[in-house]
């Protein structure tokens, strides 16, 4: 090995390195690093000493060639070095006190060469911390929101905060952020604190905040996204109806006021046709059993200023009826009657009748009352969701009237007799003479007819008596026994001739047209002595005569 050479080219490093200036060795605090001497270019079997140590006098080892390195009793160092084979330094555990200048000392021989190189020790910082954060923030009104800290670090993390993802910039007015760095006097690591005072607008109801802590030997670092509540005051109140019109009587109706502030007001005044009411912890006002009167203009408005307020107002619906005529009313056939509605409503109403199943004319007027006007009338006023129904009944009366009294034949002897009475209420019938009572039919429009079957032996004038409580009236038929060509009744024949003929005189005017419209035979007396055929029946009741002879 040639010394000279190798010592010049030692020389020419030396005076390269002073000429780019202190070599620097990078290291993570609390890692091992390794201090290069001269950028690794010797090896330990070409050096007969080499010594490292720091600053101007702190002596860490010393290594002869062949020879295991002989460790400084130095505190700082004897537990945490070695050297390599290159003659790098090797540190273990690095903190911040071993951020100095290392120098490796190569002795020649012939010379000594100094390699110093510096050593930058760095930590990255912790996560943020966001301590003493506020809830609430008051538009208009510069608010602490929080401190956002960062520690442990080298060199000093930077703080900055953003509100949804851009940068909040110190104006010193509405936005102040108080930064400070404190140096651990132990560990020589830096902490950053920054403080955020923050100025709100309504529209930052939604916003995030957020602290980042940026440091040159990391990514950079969110905290979680900090909300507050944003207050501010009311600027405008609504009242609000909270159900549905049209208003009823009888209806609750609810009104509820709001104010746009934040956090709403807890009370308010609900004013009331004159009456101030204030509510406390609610926001509504329930009118219950509402009633025409309620009709008006409603007001709200916030306790402590009560220009801040709105209106609204309310109709309530009404509807009565009032008919001319109640309950039951009873009235003579034929005399006029009439009705009257007497509506009081808050709008427009439709009125109309009704009897049974069927709607009748708008207007319930009668000129002439017939049996069958009697029932319940019913009236129905609507308006609006609002309907009314008033009834009254109606009787029409009337003493009774016979209005045919007929016979018809039926079978070989018997007769039958119809008696058809009107009048209300029901006639009750009464027959002249015993017979048996065939039924009558229903009572229908003050009309009933009441049937009888007789036997006739001799010849006979039936009256019918029709009675109510109104009066009473009779009708009479005659009635012939019925012969059929039996000569042993040759008497009774004679008997009924002389009789007919008797009665006949009697009624001749009345019945002329009819006799002559009958006549078939020559003789009217012969007409009994026929059989007894339907087509006579028939005519027998087409009879509106009071008495009628076959
Ligand atoms: C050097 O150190 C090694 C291990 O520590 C040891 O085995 C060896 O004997 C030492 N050499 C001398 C010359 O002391
Ligand atoms: C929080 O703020 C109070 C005063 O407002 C202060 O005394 C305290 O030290 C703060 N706490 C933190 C962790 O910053
Ligand atoms: C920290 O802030 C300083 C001063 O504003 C700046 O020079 C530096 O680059 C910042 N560091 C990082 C990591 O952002
Ligand atoms: C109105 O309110 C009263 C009392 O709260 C209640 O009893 C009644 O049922 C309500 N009426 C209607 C129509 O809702
Ligand atoms: C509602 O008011 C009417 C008249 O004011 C009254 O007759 C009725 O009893 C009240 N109804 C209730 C449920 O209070
Ligand atoms: C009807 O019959 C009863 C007995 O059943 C009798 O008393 C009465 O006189 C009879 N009336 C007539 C009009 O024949
Ligand atoms: C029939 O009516 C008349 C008067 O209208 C009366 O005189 C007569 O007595 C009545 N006859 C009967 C049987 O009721
Ligand atoms: C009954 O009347 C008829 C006529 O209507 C007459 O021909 C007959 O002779 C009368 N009979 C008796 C017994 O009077």
């Not at 001497?37 to 060639?65: H, Q, S």
């Not at 009118?287 to 009167?293: F, S």
């Not at 009032?322 to 808050?346: H, N, Q, Y």
């Amino acid at each position: 090995m040639h010394w000279t050479a190798f010592l010049t080219c030692l020389l020419t490093v030396s005076l390269m390195n002073q000429v780019s200036g202190l070599e620097t060795v990078t290291g993570k605090y609390g890692d091992t690093v390794e201090i290069p001497c001269n950028n690794g270019r010797f090896t330990e079997e070409a050096v007969p000493l080499v010594k490292w140590k720091y600053n101007n006098d702190g002596n860490i080892l010393v290594k002869n060639m062949g020879q295991n390195a002989s460790i400084s009793n130095d505190e700082n160092y004897k537990n945490r070095v070695s050297i390599k084979n290159n003659l790098g330094l090797i540190i273990r555990q690095v903190t911040m006190a071993d951020q100095k200048t290392f120098t490796c000392m190569v002795v020649g021989t012939a010379d000594i060469f100094e390699y110093p190189v510096e050593l930058v020790i760095y930590k990255v910082p912790s996560q943020p911390q966001i301590t003493n954060q506020t809830t609430t923030m008051a538009v208009g009104k510069l608010t602490k929101l929080a401190q956002c800290r960062t520690e442990g670090a080298n060199p000093a993390a930077n703080i900055t905060w953003f509100k949804n993802k851009t940068p909040l910039m110190a104006d010193g007015a509405a936005i102040k952020i108080t930064a400070a760095v404190v140096v651990d006097k132990e560990t020589g690591l830096s902490a950053t604190t920054s403080d955020l005072e923050y100025t709100a607008v309504k529209e930052d109801i939604d916003a995030s905040f957020t602290c980042q802590v940026q440091h040159i030997r990391s990514a950079n670092m969110d905290s979680s996204p900090l909300i507050f509540t944003v207050n501010y005051p009311t600027e405008k109140v609504s009242l609000q109806v909270v159900s549905q019109g049209p208003f009823n009587e009888g209806d609750n109706v609810t009104l509820k006021c709001m104010a746009d502030g934040n956090p709403p007001p807890s009370s308010y005044i609900f004013y009331m046709k004159g009456e101030k009411k204030t509510v406390e912890n609610s926001n509504t006002y329930t009118l219950t059993n509402v009633t025409r009167a309620n009709t008006g203009e409603y007001k709200c408005s916030l306790v402590n200023n009560e220009d801040m307020a709105e209106s609204v107002s309310i109709t309530v619906e009404y509807l009565d009826v009032a008919l001319s005529t109640a309950g039951r009313i009873s009235k003579r056939l034929g005399e006029s009657f009439e009705v009257t509605v007497d509506v009081k409503a808050s709008g427009t109403p439709q009125t109309s009748w009704r009897k049974g199943n069927k709607d009748l004319n708008r207007l319930l007027k009668f000129d002439k009352l017939k049996y069958s006007d009697s029932g319940v009338y019913e009236c129905v006023v609507s308006m609006a969701g609002l309907k009314k129904t008033q009834t009254f009944e109606l009787i029409v009366q009337g003493s009774p009237v016979i209005k045919s009294l007929t016979k018809a034949r039926d079978g070989n002897k018997n007769k039958v007799l119809s008696c058809e009475a009107e009048g209300f209420p029901k006639p009750t019938v009464q027959w002249s003479v015993n017979g048996t009572d065939v039924g009558e039919t229903a009572y229908v429009d003050g009309k009933v007819t009441y049937k009888i079957t007789i036997v006739p032996k001799v010849n006979l004038t039936v009256s019918c008596t029709v009675s109510n409580a109104l009066g009473s009236v009779n009708k009479s038929i005659d009635v012939s026994p019925h012969l059929k060509n039996n000569k042993s009744d040759q008497t009774v024949l004679a008997v009924g001739i002389v009789f007919g003929l008797i009665v006949a005189l009697i009624v001749m005017g009345l019945a002329y047209w009819l006799y002559m419209k009958k006549f078939r035979q020559g003789s009217w007396k012969t007409g009994e002595k026929e059989d007894g055929s339907a087509e006579e029946s028939k005519k027998l009741e087409e009879n509106q005569s009071q008495k009628a002879d076959v």
